[in-house]
Antibody, heavy 120, light 106 residues
Framework: QLQLQESGPGLLRPSETLSLTCSVSGDSMGDSDYHWGWIRQPPGKGLEWIGIMHYSGSAYYNPSLKSRVTISVDTSKRQFFLDLSSVTATDTAIYYC????????????WGQGAFVSVSS | DIQMTQSPSSVSASVGDRVTITCRASQTIGSFLAWYQQKPGEAPKLFVYSASNLQGGVPSRFSGSGYGTDFTLTISSLQPEDFATYYCQQAMSFPLAFGQGTKVEI
């Protein structure tokens, strides 16, 4: 059974770069039918799509974040990564990693989430 | 970009009630729609894909329908474990987008 687990710093200062890792277990990351993605949820609010990346390198990002976001994949380590630069308090959120089905267009499964707070 | 609008934003219901949640897309998305359930403190879980297909393990009291711009998620007989927030997500084109969520509460 595929499982995903986020990890990374929980507290950042404004202007720093948020870096999160999603570790994948239970299945290969090399299946061409899937992308690997990130979604975030500010406290008490709804879900915001950040972006997805295929192991081949093709990526899609939310235009509202595109200038600050990089997603990368390392299939040999069974990990994928999120970098979000120049963070502000509005980037405070729970960050989820998830597998994205290219055919279905859905996210399943999800990691448990990692809360990241941006505060001076 | 495609915008997703859910209604209502919250609904109060009792065990055994029939509950219907609506999701509307700002432009046609065919059947490229998913529904997720999220309970407090937990990650969202995929419940319905391609507008009407239940994910494995989802109880049959849940059903999804719709095509084009208007979609519904129906719970035929609400159970205690169904109290949660439900989100729709369009999968037609990038950028992907979620609805703002519908909280089903007692």
């Amino acid at each position: 059974q595929l499982q995903l687990q986020e990890s990374g710093p929980g507290l950042l200062r404004p202007s720093e770069t948020l870096s999160l890792t999603c570790s994948v277990s239970g299945d290969s990351m090399g299946d061409s039918d899937y992308h690997w993605g990130w979604i975030r949820q500010p406290p008490g609010k709804g879900l915001e799509w950040i972006g997805i990346m295929h192991y081949s390198g093709s990526a899609y990002y939310n235009p509202s974040l595109k200038s600050r976001v990089t997603i990368s994949v390392d299939t040999s380590k069974r990990q994928f990564f999120l970098d979000l630069s120049s963070v502000t308090a509005t980037d405070t959120a729970i960050y989820y990693c998830a597998r994205y089905g290219t055919s279905s267009g859905c996210f399943d499964p999800w990691g448990q989430g990692a809360f990241v707070s941006v505060s001076s | 970009d495609i915008q997703m609008t859910q209604s209502p934003s919250s609904v109060s219901a009792s065990v055994g009630d029939r509950v219907t949640i609506t999701c509307r897309a700002s432009q046609t998305i065919g059947s490229f729609l998913a529904w997720y359930q999220q309970k407090p403190g937990e990650a969202p879980k995929l419940f319905v894909y391609s507008a009407s297909n239940l994910q494995g393990g989802v109880p049959s009291r849940f059903s999804g329908s719709g095509y084009g711009t208007d979609f519904t998620l129906t719970i035929s007989s609400l159970q205690p474990e169904d109290f949660a927030t439900y989100y729709c997500q369009q999968a037609m084109s990038f950028p992907l987008a979620f609805g703002q969520g519908t909280k089903v509460e007692i």
